[in-house]
């Protein structure tokens, strides 16, 4: 078996601990942050009182009263900034580390040594394990990638990234992932309005994400997707492979059973196929 590869990624890492940090974050998390057991981790959002997105970040739980949240790279002042506004008469401190994240792709066995808390990465056709910490390392690992290797991972699993698939104009059940980062029996939380009244309807969202690929020339981010006349998405992310390339964009409601489209741009186009997230 091929020792792993460690991709070093753009994260940054917030502590909330003290006494209040679990009733706190109860309230300002969709997720059901009681219910994390020691060491389990959880996607969440982190949303605006409208119920749009502050961020799109990992909690996990090192002890009692002691978490950690993980965001996307420059995403990290948001939510400290956003997470102290209501800490008013709350017994529980949110600070900002200095830390690292990497992702080692491939198994991890539980005795290899590692520099880091250790958080298994849970997406399909994903085999990978995150480790968070001061200087996160791996030291058998056959070497160390970058960011753009990373892209075609993330892309290519449909994992979405703050800046591109997700801001603050962001309804969270256009992004797939309400699934995995909201619960909806827990009792309130900041937000929650919007969410429960859109994953009541049918229709659902008005546009949700997708995963794109094609083979022949790649599209720009920002390049529309279209039918005929007809404009019926956007490319929010593109990452260029040896067969052509991936990208995550939104495709809109009206258009939700389609499954080929044409990426245009201004001096070019091509067809792709649209998968759901």
């Known amino acids: 078996m091929s020792p792993p590869v460690l991709f070093r990624r753009s994260r940054d890492v917030i502590a909330v601990w003290g006494p209040d940090a679990e009733s706190y974050l109860q309230g300002q998390l969709s997720q059901d942050v009681a219910a994390l057991a020691d060491g389990n981790s959880a996607w969440s959002f982190v949303l605006q009182p409208t119920g749009k997105v502050d961020a799109w ?4 739980r090192r002890g009692e009263g002691d978490y950690l949240l993980d965001v996307d790279g420059g995403f990290g002042g948001v939510v400290e900034s956003r997470l102290r506004r209501f800490l008013l008469r709350t017994d529980c401190a949110v600070e900002s580390l200095d830390w690292e994240v990497a ?23 994903i085999t990978a394990v995150d480790l ?15 960011t753009e290797a990373w ?16 801001d603050a104009d962001t309804i969270p059940n ?25 994953d009541s309807r049918t229709a659902g969202a008005p546009t949700r994400l997708v995963r794109v690929s094609g083979t022949g020339p790649v599209p720009p981010t920002g ?25 995550l964009g939104y495709r809109k409601r009206s258009a939700i059973d389609l499954d080929v489209a044409e990426a245009r ?13």
């Open 57 to 60: 970040l990992r909690i996990t």
């Open 265 to 277: 741009w201004e001096d070019g186009a091509t067809e792709v196929r649209l998968e759901t997230t």
């Open 223 to 247: 390049a529309d997707l279209g039918v005929k006349d007809d404009v019926v998405g956007t490319l929010t992310s593109v990452v260029a492979t040896q067969d052509g390339f991936l990208a």
């Open 151 to 166: 892209e075609v991972e993330r892309i290519g699993a449909g994992i979405p990234a703050m800046g591109s698939e997700v």
């Open 103 to 125: 992702t080692v792709l491939g198994t991890v066995d539980a005795e290899t040594p590692v520099d880091g808390i250790a958080v298994v990465v849970d997406w399909e056709g």
């Open 132 to 146: 968070l910490g001061p200087a996160a390392s791996l030291p058998d690992a056959a070497g160390e990638s970058g």
């Open 174 to 198: 256009a992004t797939g992932q309400v699934g995995r980062s909201v619960s909806f029996t827990k009792g309130c939380y900041t937000g929650q309005e919007l969410v429960a009244r859109i």
